[in-house]
T-cell receptor, first 115, second 117 residues
Framework: AQSVTQLGSHVSVSEGALVLLRCNYS??????LFWYVQYPNQGLQLLLK??????LVKGINGFEAEFKKSETSFHLTKPSAHMSDAAEYFCAVRSATSGTYKYIFGTGTRLKVLA | GAVVSQHPSWVICKSGTSVKIECRSLDFQATTMFWYRQFPKQSLMLMATSNEGSKATYEQGVEKDKFLINHASLTLSTLTVTSAHPEDSSFYIC?????????????FGSGTRLTVV
């Protein structure tokens, strides 16, 4: 079975500081991994995805993530936090069963950006 | 890009009544739609997967008779919460993809906040 674990349910950073949100995965097959952002009372917006091509994936809003097989990690980073980055972030892995894909989400990390 | 419209965005209903939530893919065909439930400050829990023209596949622990899912066309899936009770209050999110024009991923709707009083 595939799964993702997000370390840290809450992360606070100062505006302009590095953002690092951690995600570790478990998968018996090469995984497809995703990071989503959710603003209050809204759906999920795709930030970036890893689909077995380049291990360093660049996404929207200045975010990027690096796939590290040896560490089974897919951490999300952004060099300089902005107030508008405050939101909930979810890591997800795509699981295939009987030809249908499912997304399995982590428990989420709430990012707070301090002025 | 692929757009999914979900409505209503919020609804308040009385206990015992039924509520229907719609999920539409606006510019692509969605052979597969997922319905999720999200409790406050928690992650998304997959409730069911629906494929166009066939019965939905429900996750373990989800009551089929309570959460009726219909996916009658390639652009529309509905979730009906029957005989709603306060414990059904939650944020429901749909996700669609898999068909022509959908790209290689799934697009999420903006969610529906259901409050049962």
């Amino acid at each position: 079975a595939q799964s993702v674990t997000q370390l840290g349910s809450h992360v606070s950073v100062s505006e302009g500081a590095l953002v690092l949100l951690r995600c570790n995965y478990s998968s018996s097959v090469p995984p497809y991994l995703f990071w989503y952002v959710q603003y209050p009372n809204q759906g999920l917006q795709l930030l970036l995805k890893y689909t077995s091509a380049a291990t360093l994936v660049k996404g929207i809003n200045g975010f990027e993530a690096e796939f590290k097989k040896s560490e089974t990690s897919f951490h999300l980073t952004k060099p300089s936090a902005h107030m508008s980055d405050a939101a909930e972030y979810f890591c997800a892995v795509r699981s295939a069963t009987s030809g249908t894909y499912k997304y399995i989400f982590g428990t989420g990390t709430r990012l707070k950006v301090l002025a | 890009g692929a757009v999914v419209s979900q409505h209503p965005s919020w609804v308040i209903c009385k206990s015992g009544t039924s509520v229907k939530i719609e999920c539409r893919s606006l510019d692509f065909q969605a052979t597969t739609m997922f319905w999720y439930r999200q409790f406050p400050k928690q992650s998304l829990m997959l409730m069911a997967t629906s494929n166009e023209g066939s019965k939905a596949t429900y996750e373990q622990g989800v009551e089929k008779d309570k959460f009726l899912i219909n996916h009658a066309s390639l652009t529309l899936s509905t979730l009906t919460v029957t005989s709603a009770h306060p414990e059904d209050s939650s944020f429901y999110i749909c996700s669609a993809g898999g068909g022509q024009g959908a790209g290689d991923g799934y697009t999420f709707g903006s969610g529906t906040r259901l409050t049962v009083v």
